[in-house]
């Protein structure tokens, strides 16, 4: 189930089920957008990336999907296997003068035996 | 693994030490980022540098002195820093600054963690 911490909402899943994990953007103009993998006492590692003018994206294991009109990302990740335990940032990318890399709050995905 | 190098992986220092943060890429990336992460937190941009110019400072406090030496490196200065600035220091880099070109993603260093005693 997903749950909603003091500081980091957390999603428990099963292992070999699909995760889903959501994250809502804030700048109707952005128009690029990634997701990032945080390993615990890791940096942040590239997953998938998807342009606004798309609304989904596969690779290998993971799917991007974006709904632009509620301003909205999700990452769904197929067969969840125990490494894929982590921190999941979505980042959109914004222009304000310069362009930004504007990070979501996360989500922590743990994967039950 | 990671090619982007940052180091110190640890680093602890007092209010008045003068430190700094090293970061290193050869992947020919012509931008340098450097982010600020507190624990359960996302990182936020401070820093970043394009073609070796600053480009954004993101009112970040004069106690953080960032320098690019040249494309490969990038480092941070550290001075009368508190105790709140303990952190991850993450380093980042991309081809360019500018999104969405094709297999211009930003990558990320281990970080550097940093206490201030």
Redesign the interface.
Known sequence: GESVGLHLPTLSVQEGDNSIINCAYSNSASDYFIWYKQESGKGPQFIIDIRSNMDKRQGQRVTVLLNKTVKHLSLQIAATQPGDSAVYFCAEITQAGTYKYIFGTGTRLKVLA | D?E?TQTPKHLVMGMTNKKSLKCEQHMGHRAM?WYKQKA??????MF?Y?YEKL??NESVPSRFSPECPNSSLLNLHLHALQPEDSALY?C?SSLS????VSGN???????SWLTVV
């Not at chain 2, 359960?40 to 941009?45: G, I, V």
């Open positions: 990671t982007v980022y359960k937190k996302p990182p936020e941009l970043v394009s480009s954004i993450l980042a600054s500018a999104p969405g993603t930003i990558y990320f260093g281990e970080g």
